[in-house]
């Protein structure tokens, strides 16, 4: 399992829900071009919109097969917003930014 | 069809040779029935596609292969569940008397519940579905399994909407199975006008199962048809089945021979006078018996008779009672002296009612099938048999029986069946289930004699194959002793039953009568004659003895008077000095 950790920032003058710190997990299977894909997208977006509150978790399902039963992972790879709660899933290699925008219920930077 | 490869299977060029060496194994899957119709089981290491509506019993079938081939062939299994949660499916099992929990608590199954949130999910780019895949490993390693049922796969349709990317990942599903050499169920919901709804046929070549769930007059009947089995010869028929208490079993109901054994051993009828009848020997074992009546003609009780001379030698016997309750058919037997009860508390005799029209055709040959395996009777009581017919056309229920009175042979277990025919005279009564009546090897005919205003039973052998039997009308006597058969009086004024008979009985009684004492008084008067004349003979005799002894007292007097003269004159001689 890679974690990368990013510290938060000090918060500036943001609205309240978007001081909220995104715990995100994203599920894939080996180094494969749609993993790595999945993962360089993430980031991006992440960097972008999300600068200073998230926290990207990598989990390799390969290495570790059972997380996919205990947490229903069929796609590869599948992102999992763990927090802030309700729970919500995007699958693909989230090339698709409005997509991961919409599903993580983020609003867009200008 | 290629003759080589002897399957139901389309042509398929690519498959029209298959070399002996080229066998297909098999897998058994235990389930009562199925592996008899595909010669073997499921084709070993290939998929299987079972495919049906909803509630046909796809889900069943998939874990009963599994559970069985874990209890029965030490094959570990994974059930991946995408319809049910793993509770349900345990619930569903348990009532069937399997504990999947515990399978699960051995290391010998996984039951995988893969939810597919339908329409819920956000997609965002290009993805696979390499999880699935991730966890069916997890699983198949972690029990080791040869087995696994996939349960239903067109789920996945219904959660990801990209059906060229499903396709592609469904078609290296099919790879992956066989890959791993995984035996393998795949199930399918039935579509419009295709095998699946989905199509899941063009990624299984090896074999198709339908099940069908199809209910004719409100009767439902589950059916099981194998569509495909490439390489392997199989049953083509439409087979019932049935899921209860002991899970599925299919009744390979037609047998594809005719070579059941022939018995010559032969038990009696519990009718003395029917046994005397039947080369004095009674029905050969493993024999089918038709008793075919009118109305009240005394079936029952010939089979019931049947029932206690049968369970009295120690065998077992199972009365299918389709027109009386067991409790009413006891009560009536009572009243012809006959007490069933000892039999089965024992349980050596089993009766088994049920209404016709409970269930289908299909289903009560199945229910049949099914009670001789669990009971193995040595005899089969069907009363009465013509109640199925109102279930179905005529060759519907003909082929049920032929099918029913097939196996009964091939089991070599003897079979009776009674058979209501409708009133009327002579010809009509014999030609009752012409079509199975070239099955039945003893024919037993009742019927009503109607003559001189009452009603009486006559009975006669129509057919006994094999033996030697009694050409004769005998009447049927019911009375509180039991069943007795009497010749019948057959005199100028043609065949008399009844208390005709009795009357001709009687008057030829009092003519032997009237005879014998004719006889006896004629005796009696030579008799008295000769005592006369012996007494006047012996009269005379012994007035000729009187005469005589008087005669010879004169003689004995003459004779002395004879010698005393000649003494006499002597002397006068020698007193005259005579010379």
């Known amino acids: 399992m890679t974690i990368d950790k990013y510290e938060p920032k000090p918060p500036g003058p943001v609205l309240e829900e978007e001081t909220e710190t995104f715990l995100l997990k994203l599920y894939v299977a080996g180094q494969t071009p749609k993993s790595l894909t999945a993962i360089t997208n993430l980031r991006r977006i992440c960097e972008e919109h999300l600068k200073g509150r998230y926290e990207i978790e990598v989990i390799d399902l390969i290495e570790e097969p059972a997380l996919a039963r205990t947490n229903q992972i069929l796609a590869i790879p599948t992102l999992v917003r763990s927090l802030p709660t309700p729970i919500s899933r995007i699958i693909g290699d989230l090339s698709d930014e409005d997509q991961v925008l919409m599903g993580l219920n983020i609003t867009r930077v200008k | ?47 299987t596609l079972v495919c049906g509506g909803a509630g046909c019993g796809k889900t069943m079938l998939a874990m009963e292969f599994l559970i069985r081939g874990i209890l029965e062939f030490g094959e570990p299994g994974v059930f991946v569940a995408f319809e049910e949660t793993p509770e349900d499916l345990a619930k569903n099992v348990a009532s069937l008397g399997f504990n999947l929990r515990q399978l699960e608590d051995d290391g010998k199954l996984v039951v995988e519940y893969i939810h597919v949130d339908k329409g819920a999910i956000a997609i965002a780019g290009a993805y696979d579905l390499e999880g699935l895949f991730l966890r069916l490993q997890f699983a198949v390693d972690s029990v080791g399994a040869k087995r696994i049922s996939i349960d239903t796969l067109e789920v996945l349709f219904g959660g990801f909407d990209n059906t060229a990317l499903l396709r592609e990942e469904v078609r290296r599903l099919f790879r992956w199975l066989k890959d791993r050499d995984l035996t393998a169920i795949i199930t399918a919901e039935k579509g419009e006008g295709t095998l699946t709804r989905q199509g899941m046929e063009e990624y299984v070549s090896d074999c198709v199962l339908m099940l069908d769930h199809r209910i004719v007059d409100q009767i439902s009947t589950r059916r099981l048809r194998i569509a495909k089995y490439r390489g392997s010869v199989h049953g083509t028929n439409e087979y019932p089945f049935l899921i209860d208490e002991g899970g599925i079993s299919v009744l390979p109901v037609s047998s594809m021979s005719l070579d059941h054994k022939a018995l010559t051993e032969r038990i009696s009828t519990g009718i003395p006078r029917l046994d005397a009848m039947l080369g004095g020997k009674g029905y050969f074992r493993g024999s089918t018996i038709l008793v075919s009546g009118t109305a009240g003609s005394g079936k029952t009780s010939i089979a019931n008779f049947f029932a206690n001379a049968v369970c009295a030698r120690g065998e077992r016997c199972i009365y299918l009672a389709f027109e009386e309750s067991p409790s009413q058919i006891l009560r009536n037997m009572e009243s012809i002296g006959l007490d069933l009860h000892p039999w089965i508390d024992s349980g050596l005799l089993r009766f088994h009612a049920s209404r016709p ?223």
């Not at chain 2, 690519?14 to 897998?27: G, N, R, S």
């Not at chain 2, 049927?476 to 008979?501: A, E, H, M, N, Q």
């Open chain 2, 357 to 579: 029209s409970v269930y289908g055709l299909e289903m009560h040959l199945a229910k049949i099938h099914k009670l001789i395996r669990e009971f193995s009777p040595n005899v089969v009581i069907i009363d009465p048999v013509t109640n199925l017919d109102a279930m179905g056309t005529n060759s519907e229920v003909n082929s049920m029986l032929v099918r029913l009175l097939d196996y009964l042979k091939s089991e070599g277990i003897t079979a009776l069946f009674t058979s209501l025919t409708a009133g009327g005279d002579g010809g009509s009564v014999e030609l009752t289930k012409g079509g199975v009546s070239s099955l039945i090897d003893t024919w037993l005919l009742l019927r009503d004699i109607e003559h001189n205003g009452e009603r009486n039973r006559g009975m006669y052998i129509i057919k006994s194959r094999g033996m030697a039997h009694s050409n004769q009308i005998r009447e049927f006597l019911l009375s509180s002793t039991g069943i007795d058969l009497k010749d019948v009086y057959v005199g100028p004024s043609g065949v008399l039953t009844g208390s005709s008979r009795l009357t001709m009985e009687a008057e030829d009684k009092a003519f032997a009568l009237t005879l014998q004492q004719e006889i006896d008084s004629m005796q009696q008067k030579m008799d008295r004659k000769k005592q006369a004349l012996e007494a006047q003979w012996l009269a005379m005799q012994a007035t000729f003895q009187a005469e005589e002894v008087e005669m010879l007292q004169r003689m004995e007097e003459k004779r002395k008077v004879q010698s005393r003269t000649a003494v006499d004159r002597e002397e006068m001689g020698m007193s005259r000095k005579s010379d």
């Open chain 2, 1 to 47: 069809m290629s003759p080589s490869t002897q399957t139901m299977s389309p042509p398929d060029p690519t498959q029209t040779k298959i070399p002996p060496e080229a066998k297909l194994l098999k897998a058994p899957t235990g389930i009562q029935g199925l592996d008899e119709i595909t010669l073997g089981g499921l084709p070993r290491g290939r998929p």
